[in-house]
Structure formats: C-alpha cells, structure tokens
C-alpha cells in the first residue's frame, strides 16, 4: 500500500518557469512532511520542510504548500534553474513512528537552459 | 559535515552468495537506516536501528538482516542473494530527536547475477 502518492514521475520545465511536485497522503497521523532533494551519484539531502500547523513554507525559491484537509502537499520552485535538475521526493511521517519516513515514488525534474 | 559513508560503489555478487553491504557515520547519530532505491518505488526501508545492538523492520525487510554492534556502524545483510535484489541501497542516519533530518550516504548499486 503507497502511503504517500508523487506525481507527476518526471518533469522537464525551461529555466526561469515554475516547478511543481504533488504528493497526496492517506494516513492522518502524519505530522511532518520534508523533500528531499537527490543529485546523480549522490545520496538524497533535505531540502525543506513543513508541520501540517502551517499552509506555507518558503525558502529561498522553494517553497511548500500543505493542503490538510485533501491530505495534500506540493514544492514549488521558483525561477527553476539548470542546476535544480535532480530527483525530488516527498515523505511524511507520525509523531508515533517518527523515525519512519514514508517516502513517495520520487519525480525528476529537468529544467532546460 | 556529515558524512555517512557506504563501503562499495558497485558491487556484483552472484545468486546464492552472502552479501554485506557496510555503512559508516562519522556524527555519532543514534539512528540509522537502510533503504533500497528502485525507479518508479522511491526509497524503501528495510530495517532500521535507535541504538547499538538494536533493529526494528522496516516495510520490506525480506531476505535481508542488519547488524548493529558499533554505535557508528551499521550493517546490512543478504544472507543468500537473488536477482531481485538487484537495486541502490542507500544507508541513512539521524540524531534520536523527533523528525531529525536523514543523511545519506551516495548509495551502493548491487547487481545480482
């Protein structure tokens, strides 16, 4: 059973467009939702991430939305640059199980120069 | 820095055989994980140890079994290798605290032939 759903799998945007991520939850325990952000060849890294007690969270170009009553949240990113290009994943987690990362299928995003 | 360190690169064993993949952290994290990676799956745990000598399974530790003897150490076991184990295997870790951010090492991609 896929407790958090990605989409879309892939993406390819132009330098200077906006990239957004979706991901859709089930289990309303979750209370904490971080992306994490993976290079080729290297391991994933945290990228940000937000508590269900906020609706937004910004960082720079990226940024968070959290929907709680869809049990829905995106990464947008600003300004997407060349250098954005890696595979993003979003995870959630309970306060009950809180070193389990649930993490979804991942999506790779290619911004074009 | 962090740094979580994964012995092999690439590794190529054959079915049948025992394999150790071996993960190393240098921040004195108590917690550390291994997942598997597999396009369109996202990252999957496997198991997962709080404190030395202690495991907890993840969601598909079939086939798989970890050791945990050094605090900084963490070992994953396939104690007879099949073809369907063939994937990146990515050891993470993290401090005790609730929602501490994972560090990862760059993976180790197991071909089983």
């Known amino acids: 059973q896929q407790q958090v759903k990605q989409s879309p799998q892939s993406l390819i945007v132009q330098k200077g467009g906006i990239s957004i991520i979706n991901c859709a939850y089930e289990n309303t325990a979750f209370d904490y939702f971080p992306w994490y952000q993976q290079f080729p060849g290297k391991g994933p890294a945290l990228l940000i991430a937000?508590?269900?007690?906020?609706s937004e969270k910004k960082e720079g170009r990226f940024t968070i939305s959290f929907n709680k009553s869809a049990k829905q949240f995106s990464l947008h990113i600003m300004d997407s640059q060349p250098g954005d290009s890696a595979t993003y994943f979003c995870a959630a987690s309970s306060q009950d199980s809180s070193y389990k990362l649930i993490f979804g299928s991942g999506t790779r995003l290619l911004v074009r120069p | 820095d962090v740094k979580v360190t994964q012995s092999s690169r690439y590794l190529v064993k054959r079915t049948g055989e025992k394999v150790f993949l071996e993960c190393v952290q240098d921040?004195?994290?108590?917690?550390m994980f291994w997942y598997r990676q597999d396009p369109g799956l996202g990252l999957r745990l496997i198991y997962f140890s709080y404190d030395v000598k202690m495991k907890e399974k993840g969601d598909i530790p079939e086939g798989y079994s970890v050791s945990r003897e050094k605090k900084e150490r963490f070992s994953l076991i396939l104690e007879s290798a099949s073809t369907n184990q063939t994937s990146m295997y990515l050891c993470?870790?993290?401090?005790?605290?609730?929602?501490?951010?994972?560090?990862f090492g760059n993976g180790t991609r197991l071909t089983v032939t």
């Open positions: 937000i508590r269900p007690d906020v």
């Open positions: 993470a870790s993290s401090f005790g605290t609730a929602n501490s951010p994972l560090h």
């Open positions: 921040m004195d994290h108590e917690n």
